[in-house]
């Protein structure tokens, strides 16, 4: 009965939920064609990879980050690349009041959104939990609640259009990765804000899509940067990891897992046995390589 309940059922689940979860491969880039998508935290990274899949695509961008000059030569490519428009709004998340101004100006330009992408995250710091908890709490501001302000203002116009929200989480959202002790909490933050809100639409039969994308390690500028002196092992490409995001949030995917073997291999790992996965992840980092702060 233990080895029942311990490893069987799990298993099983870990089965059905891999089977749910790998939506046919029906995807067709004219999906995108003509909707109204905003890219939250788009001057860099996935975020900008994001915006230049979905300008090929031709859709409408609406941009957001901090740089302005970054910004702006974003949308510059992304003109370049077939967007059917493409504009931003510069601003940090941390300012309470910017959730609200990006989305009156899709409201104002196009009158309507069929996407919500919400990708950007705050500085934080790859060591030792230092005890600030002024750093977490800001933290919460820009990686979770703009997420959920950005969310509540943006829902009248996907409830019109039937569209879609995503979610850019981390496998630091579903297992308490060391070393990433705050941005792992607002992660998890957003798992179970986005979970719970999806099975409140399925009740109230509101037909905007949740996906919830849980990401493994990407080569991004600042990801390598942060924490490649610790971690073994190679990165996944950015450009790719963008394209399956775009196309999970266009099947109305719940979840989307990138780099997909090895995030449903921890996932799986952490449903038959939790203790075995963070040892796993502690042998993968580099200990003597941290210098606390
Ligand atoms: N790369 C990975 O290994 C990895 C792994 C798992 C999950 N993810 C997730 O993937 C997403 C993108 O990560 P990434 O590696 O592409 O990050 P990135 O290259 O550091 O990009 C972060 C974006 O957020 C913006 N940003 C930073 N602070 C901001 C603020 N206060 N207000 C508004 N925007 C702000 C940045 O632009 P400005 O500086 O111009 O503001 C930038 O556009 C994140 O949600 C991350 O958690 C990444």
Redesign the pocket.
Known sequence: MGLLLKVFIPLLGLVLAYYFYSAPANFHEEMLRGKRVIV??????????MAYHLARMEAHLLL????EA??QKVVERCLELGAASARYV??????TT?PEVVVKEAENTWGGLDMLI??????SYFNYFNGDVGHVRKLLE??FL?YVAMTTYALPMLKESEGSIVV??????KTGAPLLAP?SAT?FALDGFFSSLRNEFTMDKVNVSITV????????????RV?SHVIHGK??P?EE?ALEIIKSGALRQREVHYPPWEVRGMLLLRAISPELLDSLIRSNYNVENIRRT
Do not use: F
């Open positions: 939250t935290g788009a001057s860099s990274g996935i975020g900008e990879q957001t980050a901090r740089r970054k910004l510069s601003g940090s998340m941390e300012d910017l919400l990708n950007h995250i705050g500085h820009t990686n703009s850019v989480s981390s496998m630091a959202g941005y992660k994308c849980v990401l493994g390690y990407i080569n991004t500028e600042n990801a390598v924490i990165p996944s950015k990891c």
